[in-house]
């Protein structure tokens, strides 16, 4: 059975009854990342099953760790492959060198690659050592391979205090695809833990555009925490704006917020109904 027949009818902001964006309020965070991680597992075994390849969009952050965490377990336990699995990820800091304690590529190795088998030449994650006049076309090609890979079929997301999905910081329109970008101060001051001081923080990042992680079939967004309680109520309660890229999430057809109690704090009841 798939983990979406599972899963109790999730319920519809019915102020926006004619997007497809729902919010579930879970227990706690363990709860909605397993959640997320049966949904990942059981949409790869249906396309495994159909030979068919299932293209993954990943996120980064402290945020999806534990979905990362539970897909792991499953494939040492449960004997989930990843041989069938294309994955993309949203972004990277640029420019930064693979094997640097802070690049994505090491967090995504250390959280996930290393521990799975999934095949190597089937994980994208943006270079952050191009050259700068390369990066347009770099850009470019991120996307045509999505593209020619079918498609992403579900895309994880977090979601930065700046209201950011993949570093498309505050001013990004919904037309956007993968490009280089300036980071938000407030992105990089929460980013002072891993760099350990403002200075050693990128200014630059290559990201997926708004409109890239709008084509995903399917799109998952975990928050959890009171410190993103604010922006969360903003990104789906408030109007859509690119001052708050999230909120373009408001017109896909297929959204899904999974928010711990802290992190639903701000929404009003009728968003997010029954706790799960
Ligand atoms: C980074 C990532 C985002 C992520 C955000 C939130 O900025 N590029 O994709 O959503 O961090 O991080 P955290 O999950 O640690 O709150």
């Known amino acids: 059975m798939s983990s979406t027949l599972e899963s109790p009818a999730p319920f519809n902001h019915p102020s926006k009854h004619t997007s497809g964006l729902s919010v579930l309020r879970l227990a706690d965070a363990g709860e909605a990342s397993k959640r997320v991680a049966r949904e990942i597992g059981s949409l790869i075994r249906h396309r495994a099953a159909e ?12 945020t999806p760790i534990r979905v990362y965490r539970e897909l792991v377990r499953m494939h040492r336990e449960e004997g989930l492959s990843f041989h069938n699995v294309v994955t993309f990820n949203l972004d990277e800091y640029f420019p930064i060198k693979p094997d640097a304690a802070q690049s994505y590529v090491r967090f995504m190795n250390e959280h996930l690659f290393d521990h799975i088998d999934i095949v190597r030449a089937n994980v994208h994650i943006p270079k952050g050592t191009i050259e ?3 990066v347009p076309g770099y850009c470019r090609d991120y996307d045509e391979l999505i593209a020619s890979t079918g498609g992403i079929d579900l895309q994880l997301l977090g979601i930065g205090r700046t209201g950011h999905i ?17 980071l938000d101060n407030l992105t990089r001051l929460d980013a002072v833990k891993d760099f350990g001081g403002m200075e050693h923080v990128p200014l630059l990042a290559i990201t997926m555009g708004v409109d890239s992680i709008l084509q995903s079939r399917r799109i998952r967004l975990l928050a959890f925490g009171e410190h993103k309680a604010d922006i969360v109520q903003r990104a789906i309660e408030g ?8 909120s373009f999430l408001q017109t896909h057809r297929d959204v899904q917020y999974l928010l711990d109690d802290a992190a639903a704090e701000c929404l009003s009841q009728s968003t997010y109904g029954e706790t799960v």
């Open 51 to 62: 030979h068919r390849n299932c293209v993954l969009g990943l996120a980064t952050g402290s």
């Open 132 to 134: 700068l006049e390369a």
């Open 166 to 182: 993949g570093f498309n910081e505050p001013g990004a329109t919904k037309d956007t695809r993968t490009r280089l970008v300036k």
């Open 239 to 246: 109007r859509m704006t690119s001052t708050i890229p999230a």
